[in-house]
């Protein structure tokens, strides 16, 4: 079984970036597709980005294109979300979460982390 514990969430200025991380345990990890989700306050958990188990294959919801990145170092058991130009709407808990064999599918994602907020204020 796979554990997911995210950080590198904080509060940044509108234009500002972040890094988030999630480390993972378990052996598995390199076989499992891996997503970032965010949840607003009084707002629906929204998916943000997936990547397939090799690193190959990306998805992004069309607002964080261009300005935010996933990559996965699966030597490291880790996923990253690079978040550039943030603004304000980026504001939310981001959650890590291990997926099946559709990276591009939040139907397929299960296993959350505990989350990590990120403020950005205008």
């Known amino acids: 079984q796979v554990q997911l514990v995210e950080s590198g969430g904080g509060l940044v200025q509108a234009g500002d970036s972040l890094r988030l991380s999630c480390a993972a345990s378990g052996r598995t990890f390199s076989r499992f597709a891996l997503g970032w989700f965010r949840q607003a306050p009084g707002k629906e958990r929204e998916f943000v980005a997936g990547?397939?188990?090799?690193?190959?294959?990306?998805y992004y919801v069309d607002s964080v294109k261009g300005r935010f990145t996933i990559s996965r170092d699966n030597a490291k058991t880790t996923v990253y979300l690079q978040m550039n130009s943030l603004k304000p709407e980026d504001t939310a808990v981001y959650y890590c979460?291990?997926?099946?064999?559709?990276?591009?599918?939040?139907?397929?994602?299960?296993?959350w982390g505990q989350g990590t907020q990120v403020t950005v204020s205008s």
């Open positions: 979460a291990l997926g099946g064999g559709r990276y591009y599918l939040a139907a397929d994602f299960g296993s």
């Open positions: 990547i397939n188990w090799s690193g190959g294959g990306t």
